[in-house]
């Protein structure tokens, strides 16, 4: 079911979005469709990451002190590596 919107907007920006849909030969309202869609559906997949077993059966493996920096010890390991 279709419903319609009345948005205000700056009116420059109306005027580029009409030249931006013309060239690419879709509507406006298809053309704000679609980004609504595309900005909404995101946040949903985004919900539905989940952990796989393998990776929920490796968490707690091991115990790091609190302090410890991940992205120091990263960067002297690519050091020694790398010399």
Not at 62 to 80: C, G, M, Q, V
Request: net charge positive.
């Amino acid at each position: 079911m279709e419903t319609k919107l009345t948005l205000r907007l700056n009116e420059n920006i109306i005027e580029r979005a009409k030249i931006y849909a013309r060239s690419h030969k879709i509507s406006l309202s298809k053309m704000i469709e679609s980004y609504l869609d595309s900005i909404t559906k995101q946040k949903d997949e985004d919900k539905k990451i989940s952990i796989t077993p393998l990776v929920e059966s490796l968490i707690g493996v091991i115990d790091l002190p609190s302090d410890f920096d991940y992205k120091k010890e990263y960067r002297n390991y690519l050091e020694k590596k790398y010399k």
